[in-house]
């Protein structure tokens, strides 16, 4: 596949993602980086990859309207030939007309088990400091398609892991992120080898 990735911080998963296909796990291209910040942690992974990177922060083009926006960034997708989009840490909403058009090919991970602890606000040590406070005993990760709506698109994959009694945010994040740095390119692998089916609105690994 041709992938894009949507990122908006340090982007590890993203640099996850390329090990997996610089050590020949994957056999997808990445053909492109969007971000909303051209000086984030990602923009320098993909300038350093050689990678084209697009910069669409809403504030760059403020005279557009949201569909001429929207047409500038399926513009950019089909230019660079995406079949398929993986977002990184993307910290705002894939327009309704991306989402449209890659129905079923966008995919997020959420550092949490969704539905709990998802939605507006619920990104990074966040998810962790309200799962620590909640005092639940299982956190983990989730892989699902993305929609119009934050973190409620169908499920796709997840994987726990125990919350311990000791457990602080931070302890709890270098533990979900060990987990997303595996999980998140074994789900691509899935996709590549045509093995996620979709049944009632249910998504199936084979």
């Known amino acids: ?19 997996s296909i610089d050590k020949g796990y994957l056999s997808s291209k990445i053909t492109a980086l969007f971000t909303d910040r051209a000086d984030c942690g990602a923009a320098e992974t993909a300038r350093g990859k050689k990678i084209k990177c697009f910069l ?24 660079t030939e995406t079949d398929f989009i993986i977002l990184s840490g993307f910290m705002n909403l894939i327009p309704d007309e991306v989402i449209q ?7 997020n991970i959420h550092p949490a088990l969704l539905p709990s602890f998802g939605g507006k606000g619920m990104y990074g040590i966040n998810v962790h400091k309200a799962v620590i406070s909640s005092g639940v005993k299982v956190s983990g990760i989730t892989i699902h398609f993305a929609d119009k709506n934050y973190d409620e698109g169908s499920i796709i994959f997840q994987k726990c892991c125990d919350v311990e009694s000791d457990e602080d945010e931070y302890t709890l994040q270098k533990k979900i992120k060990a987990l997303e740095h595996k999980y998140y390119s074994f789900v691509i692998k899935k996709f590549e080898d045509g093995k996620v089916e979709i049944r009632n609105g249910k998504v199936f690994i084979n």
């Open 1 to 19: 596949m041709n992938i894009s990735v949507f990122a908006s911080g340090n982007g590890t998963n993203f640099k996850a993602i390329l090990d």
């Open 101 to 107: 058009e890659f129905r079923y090919r966008i995919i």
């Open 56 to 79: 669409i922060s809403r504030k760059e083009f403020p005279t557009l309207t949201r569909k001429e926006f929207s047409g500038k960034i399926l513009s950019a997708l089909k230019e």
